[in-house]
């Protein structure tokens, strides 16, 4: 019912999705993440999302910033202790489409807001989530991690996540390089193979005054000798 209030692209699709995640993913995603990349890697991707958020435009003291598709908020809580040894009056939200995956994050004890939404609006999914939670319409800093080659609509998420952002405000989005595994559709639940990045150059340039994509050089996804790079998506409302 809140997917179709909220004008879900393809609700069957979603669906699926969601049923994937609770199922196959929600109580283990830690451990999935782990096999994936290895706990070097995944600090290496957490490090490196700390440093953006310290890196100008300067957040402020009590900044807010959102996680969209958290999970099951490996990234969330990580970067969430990390961000408060210097600033620890920021707050932190996690937006998610599987409830499953935020019950996990929520055992985890860590200081961070979840709330059910769809990262193709978010600016719906927090009027809603205002309904009954202290979440605000905007925010200083969002992030995404490994959310975007599920998104029916890729292309709208650039759009919902610059609506939430404020004046100066800043995104990144890290995700998968185009690949050709085929059968991640069906193990992963994955909609999408990965990305090119003139492809994410163009969704990105359609919403953001300014972006810079990098290949995150020897980091990959691995699953049973397949191997698929990732990139981050540095996102800035005004020219810097
Ligand atoms: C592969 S998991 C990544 C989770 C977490 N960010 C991480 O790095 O471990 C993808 C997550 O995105 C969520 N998701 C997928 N499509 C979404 C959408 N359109 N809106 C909101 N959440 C979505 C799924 O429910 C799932 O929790």
């Known amino acids: 019912m809140l997917f179709g209030k909220l004008g879900a692209p393809d609700p069957e ?13 929600a109580a283990r995603r ?17 490090d490196r999302i700390v440093e953006f958020l310290f890196a100008s435009p300067t957040l402020p003291a009590d900044a807010k910033a959102l996680d969209v598709g958290a999970g099951s908020g490996f990234f969330t809580i990580k970067v969430a202790e990390k961000v408060r040894t210097r600033l620890p009056k920021v707050s932190f939200y996690a937006m998610d489409m599987t409830p499953a995956m935020l019950l996990s994050l929520v055992k985890k004890g860590g200081d961070v807001q979840p709330f059910i939404g769809l990262a193709e609006n978010l600016e719906g999914s927090i009027k ?44 990144l989005i890290v995700d998968l390089c185009e690949h050709g595994f085929e059968e991640f559709k069906k193990e992963m639940g994955d909609v999408h193979l990965g990305f090119r990045l003139e492809e994410i150059a163009k969704m990105a340039g359609n919403a953001f005054a300014e972006v810079h994509i990098e290949k995150m050089h020897g980091i990959c996804c691995e699953c049973s000798g397949r191997a698929a790079e990732i990139f981050f998506a540095y996102l800035y409302d005004v020219l810097c």
């Open 13 to 25: 699709l979603l669906a699926r999705e969601v049923e994937h995640f609770s199922s196959k993913e």
């Open 30 to 46: 830690d451990e999935i993440l782990i096999n994936y990349f290895g706990e070097e890697s995944l600090n290496r991707i957490a």
């Open 128 to 171: 809603e989530a205002r309904m009954y939670l202290d979440i605000p319409y905007k925010f200083d800093a969002v992030f995404s991690t490994l959310m975007l080659h599920h998104s029916v609509r890729p292309e709208k998420v650039f759009e919902s996540i610059r609506q939430v952002l404020r004046e100066d405000g800043k995104a």
